[in-house]
T-cell receptor
């Protein structure tokens, strides 16, 4: 069965420092996609970054990068140069090409300290 | 990406009443998804709404409690019926768009924050 695990309920980071949010997944499908979403206190879900299972390079989008380690089934999100506006919930998610529904992890709440 | 709007953005309702949430997408899509996010929890899929057919509900969700309409390819509604305080949640609609790889990417509306007293 497909599963997403986020083991960090909460994380603190100093402004301007980098932070890594952990995500591990489990699937038997060879083709899948991994996503990270940001949810500010307003409640909207904002798509941040995508990594395909066949991608050779780690995905990057501005200050966001995804540390993809396929053999370990991990897809950690790295946020560089943290800003106060990065304080939010972050969800890791997975889907596959077989029409499986997107599943979400429990989320990690990030607090950025000034 | 996708531009998705939801109405209302938030509401406070009395126990036993019903609320209909609207979701509008900027372009035609085959499937629209409705999620519930209870306080402090992750997202749970309620149902998938296809235009021209009955919605497909996930385990634990029934049509009588969460009726869904899908009158066209850009619009859907979710009704939360006979509400109780346990229905207090954020309700999100989403659509899929072709992504950068082999899988589609889900994009979400701004959500409807519902409080039931």
């Amino acid at each position: 069965a497909q599963k997403i695990t986020q083991t960090q309920p909460g994380m603190f980071v100093q402004e301007k420092e980098a932070v890594t949010l952990d995500c591990t997944y489990d699937t038997s499908d060879p083709s899948y996609g991994l996503f990270w979403y940001k949810q500010p206190s307003s409640g909207e879900m904002i798509f941040l970054i995508y990594q395909g299972s066949y991608d050779q390079q780690n995905a990057t989008e501005g200050r966001y990068s995804l540390n993809f380690q396929k053999a370990r089934k991990s897809a950690n999100l790295v946020i560089s140069a943290s800003q106060l506006g990065d304080s939010a919930m972050y969800f890791c998610a997975m889907t596959n090409t077989g029409g499986f529904k997107t599943i979400f992890g429990a989320g990690t709440r990030l607090f950025v300290k000034a | 990406s996708a531009v998705i709007s939801q109405k209302p953005s938030r509401d406070i309702c009395q126990r036993g009443t019903s609320l209909t949430i609207q979701c509008q997408v900027d372009s035609q899509v085959t499937m629209m998804f409705w999620y519930r996010q209870q306080p402090g929890q992750s997202l749970t899929l309620i149902a998938t709404a296809n235009q021209g057919s009955e919605a497909t509900y996930e385990s634990g969700f029934v049509i009588d409690k969460f009726p869904i309409s899908r009158p066209n390819l850009t619009f859907s509604t979710l009704t939360v019926s006979n509400m109780s305080p346990e229905d207090s949640s954020i309700y999100l609609c989403s659509v899929e768009r072709p992504g950068q790889g082999a899988t589609d990417t889900q994009y979400f509306g701004p959500g409807t924050r519902l409080t039931v007293l």
